[in-house]
């Protein structure tokens, strides 16, 4: 798996559930004020309609392959790979 994409995702979800712990006093409380379901679909419907609108289908049609490219672990090519 690509290091730098490990790094990444971890770092995002601890960012994410430190913001969302720290601004309240009990776990209730900052759960119920946090999650509001029609946000929660116009962020990411907004997010994936907006990808969707400006990348050709050629190119969506292959995001698994992509997907997997990433995950994998890269081969260590020496000064000439770059």
Known sequence: MNFSFLI??????VLVIYGILGSGSS????????????????????????????VPVKYLKKTPEYIKVLMKKEKKQGLRGF
């Open 27 to 54: 776990v209730e409380q900052v759960i119920s004020s946090f999650i509001d379901i029609p946000s929660v679909l116009i962020t990411f419907g907004g997010a994936i309609s907006s990808t969707i609108m400006s």
């Open 8 to 13: 990444g995702l971890l770092s995002g979800f």
